[in-house]
């Protein structure tokens, strides 16, 4: 892992769900909407992903979440560590193609406060 990307680790917990979800930043684009929240671990991006039934079945919802977890791993995050992030995927981004994902999550992390 080259020096310049810092980790990005998985939320895992129904806890830390519930929690960014009550009290994160909500911020809404065209492809997902996010709830973040910034924490103490300077050194880790926290992910988390709810793709509903609606987006389709198994196999879209995965690949829902591995589009979005590669567009994460190729964004510079040096002004985002210390957050954590919860990504609930919308319909359209089923058709959206990587680099407008990418895109649009520069959108989401500069409207950060």
């Known amino acids: 892992m080259p020096e310049d990307k810092i980790k990005i680790e998985g939320i895992k917990s129904k806890r830390e769900f519930r ?6 930043q909500k911020i809404g684009s065209n492809y997902f909407l996010t709830y973040i929240k910034k924490t103490e671990d300077e050194n880790y991006l926290r992910v ?8 389709g079945n198994a196999v879209v919802r995965n690949r829902v979440k591995r589009k ?21 995927a919308r319909k359209a981004v089923i058709e959206a193609d990587y680099l407008n994902i990418i895109e649009e999550l520069k959108k989401v992390f500069r409207k950060i406060k």
């Not at 988390?48 to 987006?55: A, L, M, Q, W």
């Open 68 to 88: 979005i977890k590669e567009a994460l791993r190729n964004i510079e995050f040096d002004f985002y560590k210390g957050i954590s992030a919860i990504f609930i």
């Open 19 to 24: 929690e960014i979800l009550d009290i994160g």
């Open 48 to 55: 988390g992903f709810i793709v509903t039934k609606k987006i």
